[in-house]
């Protein structure tokens, strides 16, 4: 069946730093928080590491050779902090340039886009130890870094991402504690909320004041969970959800605000300064969309948000999360919306399953098929809507490095033998060739 998608629609792949790179103490790379994170006794799922993971920092060209036969237009990578800035004082380490510099120019011998992530949630331990992104002086850390990169890859990047899901390291990592740094204290999330919507702000502006013309934005992880029921206090359970995980980085962005429910209904306070709204509120060329699975919340005043996430019905994937393609056409409709008709990029989607060789040495991996063709289907729909979606980014290209899971789960179309770093196309990863060539 021929696709309906048009010849500029994007089809990428993706992964972060951490998790593909390895060679952590090589070449100048000093710890980030995630080095750090992984060695607290059960922190990560068996003590494990991205201090190997697959290697990609010595097989890139092998990676972005096997992208090619895929068919990928754009690869979506991120910089590891610490490897361009292994200390907060000291020069640029250009062992971390030429290594970018040396991917992005791979990307373009195979006529891939290079599309380049600041942070990846890699902070360099060494700004953690002041604070993180507890700390205002982070936000203008991270504008020198933003700096140096537009400066050093400028020329090679098609397409830049100021930071990867925001939620994920301000609640994840100070407020419930199960990402790096491990901290659990509402009011220390509170203070990252801002401070990390600030240090996309300040990117934003200064790349704003460069003679680059590619485009910049953000990529967020908006939650959009549906109502239990009917009633008006499972709506309202909602919509306080929808403010808490999504509106307090995307309203900011589109020059909003925090919103209401968040500050005045919840009493949540931010450490907003004179100028910090107009610096976050800097326009971006388009917001980029991490979607996986989407949940039901209920009202409960007993919450400290006033919501919870109730069973449901759909079969999960192997992290446990509910399969709803129709979410994504809910949240996609949502966020063009609130944004005007900006284009929107999903950045990532994709699902984890219990991948294993065959006998006939293939993976049959049906579930992720499946689950790529559907969300795939509901892409189709929303451009059919008059969505204005540019571009479909699977995750991940390879199996990796999931963060406190370890590498229990597999979320990548190629497979990933960690003893002998050898790579498999799975099945899915010729159906992705074959959605590309503009075939189902």
């Not at 590498?407 to 990863?429: M, N, T």
Request: contains cysteine; aromatic residues 14%; glycine residues 8%.
């Amino acid at each position: 069946m021929k696709a309906t998608f048009d010849e500029d629609f994007l089809w990428g792949c993706a992964t972060a730093s951490y998790q593909v790179e390895g060679a952590a103490h090589e070449d100048g790379r000093t710890d980030s928080i995630w080095d750090t994170y992984s060695r607290v006794p059960g922190a990560t799922h068996a003590g494990e590491s991205g201090e190997v993971s697959v290697d990609q920092y010595h097989r890139y060209r092998q990676d972005i050779s096997l992208m090619a036969s895929l068919g990928f237009q754009s690869y979506r990578f991120s910089i590891s902090w610490s490897r361009l800035f292994p200390t907060k004082s000291g020069p640029v380490n250009e062992q971390g340039v030429t290594y970018y510099r040396n991917l992005c120019i791979e990307l373009k011998k195979h006529g891939i886009q290079a599309a380049a992530t600041l942070y990846h949630w890699d902070l360099p331990q060494y700004l953690e130890d002041e604070g993180g992104w507890t700390n205002r002086e982070t936000s203008f850390a991270f504008l020198a870094f933003a700096k140096v990169c537009f400066d050093r890859f400028g020329d090679l990047v098609d397409q830049w991402f100021t930071l990867n899901e925001p939620y994920c390291s301000a609640y994840l990592g100070y407020e419930v504690g199960r990402h790096a740094p491990g901290i659990k204290d509402p009011k220390m999330a509170y203070r990252a909320v801002h401070h990390l919507n600030l240090a996309h702000g300040l990117a934003v502006e200064a790349f704003r004041k460069t003679d680059l013309k590619t485009p910049i934005g953000i990529v967020l992880n908006p939650n959009l969970p549906r109502p239990a029921t009917r009633r008006a206090e499972d709506i309202h359970a909602s919509e306080l959800a929808c403010a808490y995980e999504t509106d307090a980085f995307l309203h900011p962005i589109l020059g909003k605000g925090y919103p209401e429910l968040v500050t005045q209904e919840l009493g949540i306070t931010y450490p907003i300064e004179q100028g910090d709204m107009e610096s976050i509120s800097t326009p971006v060329d388009f917001l980029g969309i991490n979607y996986y699975f989407e949940n039901a919340v209920a009202y409960d005043s007993s919450k400290p948000y006033q919501y919870e996430i109730v069973p449901n019905w759909q079969h999960t994937t192997d992290m446990g999360w509910p399969v709803v393609p129709k979410g994504l056409l809910r949240l996609l409709t949502y966020i063009d919306k609130e944004s005007g008709g900006l284009p929107i990029y999903i950045t990532e989607n994709g699902c984890a399953s219990p991948d294993v060789v065959d006998s006939d040495g293939k993976i049959h991996d049906r579930q992720r098929c499946d689950y790529l063709q559907e969300h795939i289907a509901v892409c189709k729909q929303a451009i059919e809507n008059t969505i204005n979606l540019k571009g479909y980014f699977v995750w991940s290209f390879i199996d990796n490095f999931e963060w406190a899971y370890g590498y229990s789960k597999r979320f990548g179309i190629v497979y990933a033998d960690y003893d002998s770093l050898e790579r498999i196309p799975k099945d899915s990863a010729y159906l992705m060739r074959d959605i590309i060539a503009g075939y189902m």
